[in-house]
């Protein structure tokens, strides 16, 4: 049987799901392959702003015009480290690129970049610290179990709908409502 490969798609936790880091999430696959999954929730924001990160990272930002942007709880995996999902414009000191359009940068230049107004207007990017990470068949497992549904990403949802929002706007992109699911599985 061929590797699935669920790499710019989104999990939306089902109702089952109790672990208060993943309850009501949406992680957006990053890397899906053989040796695992590595992924960031996206509806998750913490206490903390764009602004208190450049602060906590000495970056100026004298010229941020992003002031006030959320920073997201990515997943309990390497929570001190940063993990800025957005839409591939360029190659960072540390980018991977997703998709045509889309990259995972983990480094600081690209913060530098948006402190400083360089890159400003269109550019989409979703701050995180920590990631979610799944070893070799865990991931496709807990999908086996019930415990993800697994749609298609768009970016969209991470850029423009609001976070309360995303959750119930994922599940309608399978045309379902949150209190359509049932938290039982299984055959009768």
Request: proline letters at 4%; charged letters at 20%.
């Amino acid at each position: 049987m061929d590797q699935l490969d669920f790499t710019n798609h989104f999990l939306i936790a089902m109702p089952s799901m109790v672990d208060p880091c993943f309850s009501s999430s949406i992680v957006y696959i990053c890397q899906h392959d053989g040796h695992g999954a590595l992924g960031l929730i996206v509806n998750k924001p913490i206490d903390m702003d764009i602004d208190d990160l450049f602060l906590t990272l000495g970056i100026n930002t004298k010229k941020n015009r992003c002031r006030g942007r959320d920073v997201f709880f990515g997943g309990p995996v390497e929570t001190e480290c940063g993990f800025i999902i957005h839409r591939y414009s360029r190659d960072w000191r540390s980018t991977i690129r997703l998709t045509s359009d889309m990259a995972l940068t983990t480094s600081t230049d690209i913060l530098e970049s948006i402190a400083y107004g360089t890159e400003i207007g269109d550019f989409d990017a979703l701050i995180s610290l920590g990631c979610c990470g799944w070893a070799e068949g865990q991931l496709e497992k807990e999908i086996k179990m019930s415990a993800w549904l697994v749609v298609p990403a768009k970016a969209e949802l991470m850029f423009q709908v609001p976070i309360e929002e995303r959750y119930d706007s994922a599940l309608s992109s399978l045309g379902i409502k949150p209190e359509q699911i049932s938290i039982k599985t299984g055959h009768v």
